[in-house]
């Protein structure tokens, strides 16, 4: 059984940056893959990024390339999205999720067991 607590949203202007971080609890939580989706009001959950349980690999949505970083602490159990430039198209609820193997089935919220409660990150304008 694996919990996760996300972290770090707020309201921000757009441009500037926040860290969003997820901290996992469970003696496997350092093997499985990590991710990050998002989910603005009246539409779907979506794939945003995510890590290999080595952090030798990632993925990123194409529309936050070059802006976000996702990274993993296996010490302190703990993944992290670095979201700079932002946008107001960025705004949504934020939720981190482990999965269950690394591959495209990460980029899918089907391939995820276990989920954080979200934190709500707003961008104005």
């Not at 070059?66 to 198209?89: C, H, W």
Request: glycine share 12%; with cysteine.
């Amino acid at each position: 059984q694996v919990q996760l607590v996300e972290s770090g949203g707020g309201l921000v202007q757009a441009g500037n940056s926040l860290r969003l971080s997820c901290a996992g609890s469970g003696r496997t939580f350092a093997r499985y893959p990590l991710g990050w989706f998002r989910q603005a009001p009246g539409k779907e959950r979506e794939f945003v990024a995510a890590i290999s349980w080595s952090a030798s690999s990632t993925y990123y949505t194409d529309s936050v390339k070059g802006r976000f970083t996702i990274s993993r602490d296996s010490a302190k159990n703990t993944v992290y999205l670095q979201m700079n430039s932002l946008k107001p198209e960025d705004t949504a609820v934020y939720y981190c999720g482990a999965g269950r193997i690394w591959g495209y089935a990460a980029l899918e919220a089907t391939g995820y067991d276990y989920w954080g409660q979200g934190t709500q990150v707003t961008v104005s304008s």
